[in-house]
């Protein structure tokens, strides 16, 4: 892998392990989060017009992302509000590059070599590990994050192929920003627009911060599908749960074991190895 590409996914994990710290540390999960998709959603409107427009072949997949990506948003604001940062995160990032990596060889065609399966292996043990070296969790945020885990993989696989369908990377990511933020914005202002309007307007400027890093987290990872196998960026992506675990201690004051810290080291090395492959 180039270091190029190599150092761009990693500053994409450092953006999305950001804006999940912003949705945790708010006082309203659900409502965060959705001000993150919404600002996400608009700053792709603002952007769109000056773009050319992805391939017509990557509009379904564009469809069946933003579908799974509104259920992805859901199910973050879930498993915050029933589990640590620490532990959650790491189970909903941990298991999805396994599920990638396997289910590519055969969807995609893409051939990893041993090496770099040995990457995707240690990323994978060593967030794993994190996830369980701590204590238990409340069990409906701990399915919330396993069922993400899901979720994540899913719409990592669609994606990794409609975003070399599209032709337009940025474009192709601005869309799915917009598609799958506005069906959440209206929800939320049928649903609960009394407690939503006074929320937006009081934390609006961390919506804007985290959907700008939403925005471009997801935008890198998806340039970076265009020039190296969709497993090893989606398990790559996944050392954002060492910034997270930085995150969690150091901003929420969350405790971390040394069961945690040996597991977080496992991910390092998967990294390199991932590097070297």
Known sequence: MPLSVFGIVLFAALLHA????????????LLT?????????AISALALPFLAQPARESWPFLAASAVLQVGYYLLVARA???????????????????????????????????AAWAGVALICSGV?????????????????????????????LVDGAGV???????AYTLWLNLLSGVPLL????????????????AHLGLG???????????????WAMTHAPVAVIAALRETSILFATVIAVVVL?????????????????????????
């Not at 209206?186 to 307007?201: C, D, E, K």
């Not at 004051?253 to 492959?277: F, T």
């Open 18 to 29: 950001s804006w999940n710290a912003i949705v945790k540390g708010a006082p309203d999960k």
């Open 33 to 41: 989060t959705i001000l993150v998709a919404a600002s996400a959603a």
């Open 80 to 114: 915050y509000r029933g589990a640590d940062m620490s532990q959650a995160y790491p189970l909903m990032r941990g298991t999805a590059p396994l599920l990638v990596a396997l289910v590519s060889r055969f969807w995609l065609g893409e051939h990893l070599s041993p």
């Open 128 to 156: 794993l590990s994190l996830a369980l070296a701590g204590r238990g969790a409340n069990v409906q945020g701990v399915r919330a994050a396993l069922l993400n885990a899901v979720v994540i993989a899913s719409y990592t």
């Open 164 to 170: 070399r369908a599209s032709g337009e990377p940025v």
């Open 186 to 201: 209206v929800w939320v202002l049928a649903a609960r627009w009394r407690t939503f309007l006074p929320y937006a307007r």
């Open 208 to 222: 804007i911060i985290g959907g700008a890093g939403t925005l471009t987290s997801y935008g890198l990872a998806l």
């Open 253 to 277: 004051k969350e405790r971390l074991s040394p069961a945690r810290i040996a597991a977080a080291g496992l991910i390092a090395v998967g990294a390199i190895v991932l590097r070297l492959a």
